[in-house]
């Protein structure tokens, strides 16, 4: 148990559908990130929060954002969503903001229908 | 952008042999990193490595870093059973050092 967790750990929805994925860090993690593993794509960072402020932003899409929220949990809000979007997504956290020793949640798994 | 080329893709052992994998990058790395992920759960980091040259064991796992910073083995001796998994290797660059670049992954099989 790497002490992250995330919830749901399943999700099917609708083509068109917005859904929200959670994520609580560790205890004493600053820095959440999230990450999108898809099966030809694999694992590609999306955005980087560290202790409520935006650090970085990878390929994520306009429909995609997120938050982290002071008790330092963080939101993925997925929306008009499309069936490329299925995929896992994964919320990882760290103490500091470096982007190393990241600890990994369990994972959402996303269908899109 | 930043890719990492992490070969083989897949490995096909007999239990109690060694197994390696590499991962090679046309861009220099701050930090290389090893993951393992079993099937239903997230990447679980192995070994993290932090200088050039670095060798670092954990176990049965052993890692390093390489000298031109653009590449990284691990090597797994003796396999079992339970080393069934893909393999991560990922790597902190120097620009954009808030995000980790991962490798493809290589699966690992074990014939028993």
């Known amino acids: 148990d790497s002490g992250v967790t995330q919830t749901p750990k399943h999700l099917i929805t609708a083509t068109g559908q917005r859904v929200t994925l959670r994520c609580s860090p560790r205890?004493?993690?600053?820095?959440v990130y999230w990450y999108q593993q898809s099966l030809d794509q694999g694992l590609q960072f999306l955005i980087h929060?560290?202790?409520?402020?935006?650090?970085a932003k990878g390929n994520i899409l306009e429909r995609f954002s997120a938050q982290q929220f002071p008790d330092l949990h963080s939101e993925l809000n997925l929306s008009s969503l499309e069936l490329g979007d299925s995929a896992l997504y994964f919320c990882?956290?760290?103490?500091?903001?470096?982007?190393?020793?990241?600890?990994f949640g369990q994972g959402t798994r996303l269908t899109v229908v | 952008g930043q890719q990492l080329n992490q070969s083989p893709q897949s490995m096909f052992i007999q239990e109690g042999e060694d197994v390696s994998m590499n991962c090679t990058s046309s861009?220099?790395?701050?930090?290389w990193l090893w993951y393992k992920q079993e099937p239903g759960e997230g990447p679980v980091l192995l070994i993290a490595?932090?200088?050039?040259?670095e060798l670092t064991s954990n176990g049965r796992l052993t890692a390093q870093f390489g000298i031109t910073r653009k590449d990284s083995f691990l090597n797994i001796s003796a396999s079992i059973p339970s080393d069934v998994g893909i393999y991560f290797c990922?790597?902190?660059?120097?620009?954009?050092?808030?995000?980790?670049?991962f490798g493809q992954g290589t699966r690992l099989t074990i014939n028993p």
């Open positions: 490595l932090y200088k050039a040259g």
């Open positions: 205890s004493g993690d600053l820095s």
């Open positions: 990882a956290s760290s103490l500091g903001g470096g982007g190393t020793e990241a600890f």
């Open positions: 990922a790597g902190q660059p120097i620009q954009g050092a808030q995000k980790l670049v």
């Open positions: 861009s220099i790395f701050n930090t």
């Open positions: 929060y560290y202790n409520g402020e935006e650090r």
